[in-house]
């Protein structure tokens, strides 16, 4: 099967501008997650969907991430205005099942953002 | 809430040698435990996984036991290779009685493996 599908995988900006990320997650996985990788830390989740409703998104900095997932399969997350502690890799991932133990995420490859 | 400790890095060894990475957690309830692999320029992957205390999950000559009553899960291998080379992660899922079971993963900070000629 097709894995998860990230874009762009490089993005250079300056401080203050915008920048948004996509994501198509794997078919038929109901649930979409995006992590926060910052240089030497382990991911931290930013948000979490369930088809296209939030289920969490406590660590997420509302005042300058926003996220959303139409119709319930690919995402966008954006970021604005971008902050230089932002310089990070964003990781998509998605599972089939939300409440199981067993419950498997795949992840893209990530989005490589550095903030100037 | 639930968290993940892993130990320092980076962990430098020789070809054939043992490898342990230790990681301990911290949760309410009874999580899920997972170690994920990231080889240079690739996503995260699956290593493996275990979902009950004295589950044992392997792969790839990996192996890492479900240790309740130390709150443990340390991966190891007993002969590693050049291409073990990566970082590596410990995480849980489930396991908070205050939140319930979202089936987030909740990472440690990650070890980095450089395994020598």
């Known amino acids: 099967e097709a894995g998860v599908a990230q874009s762009p995988r490089y993005k250079i900006i300056e401080k203050r501008q915008s920048v948004a990320f996509w994501c198509n997650p794997i078919s038929g996985h109901a649930t979409l997650y995006w992590y926060q990788q910052i240089l030497g830390q382990g991911p931290k989740l930013l948000i979490q969907?369930?088809?296209?409703?939030?289920?969490?998104d406590s660590q997420l900095p509302k005042d300058r991430f926003s996220a959303e997932r139409l119709k319930g399969v690919d995402s966008t997350l954006k970021i604005q205005p971008a902050k230089l502690e932002d310089s990070a890799v964003y990781l998509c991932?998605?599972?089939?099942?939300?409440?199981?133990?067993?419950?498997?995420?795949?992840f893209g490859a990530g989005s490589r953002l550095t903030v100037l | 809430g639930n968290s993940v400790t892993q130990m320092e890095g980076p962990v430098t060894l020789s070809e054939e040698a043992f490898l342990t990475i230790n990681c301990t957690y911290t949760?309410?309830?009874?999580?899920?435990l997972f170690w994920y692999v990231q080889y240079p320029g690739e996503g995260l992957q699956l290593l493996l996984k275990a979902t009950k205390a004295d589950d044992k999950g392997s792969n790839k000559g990996f192996e890492a036991t479900y240790r309740k009553e130390t709150t443990s899960f340390h991966l190891e291998k007993g002969s590693v290779q050049v291409s073990d080379s990566a970082v590596y992660f410990c995480?849980?899922?489930?396991?908070?009685?205050?939140?319930?079971?979202?089936?987030?993963?909740?990472f440690g900070q990650g070890t980095t493996l450089q395994v020598k000629p």
């Open positions: 969907f369930q088809n296209n409703g939030v289920v969490d």
């Open positions: 995480a849980l899922s489930g396991g908070d009685r205050s939140s319930g079971n979202t089936g987030k993963l909740i």
């Open positions: 991932a998605s599972s089939f099942l939300r409440g199981s133990g067993a419950n498997v995420l795949t």
């Open positions: 949760a309410t309830g009874y999580p899920s």
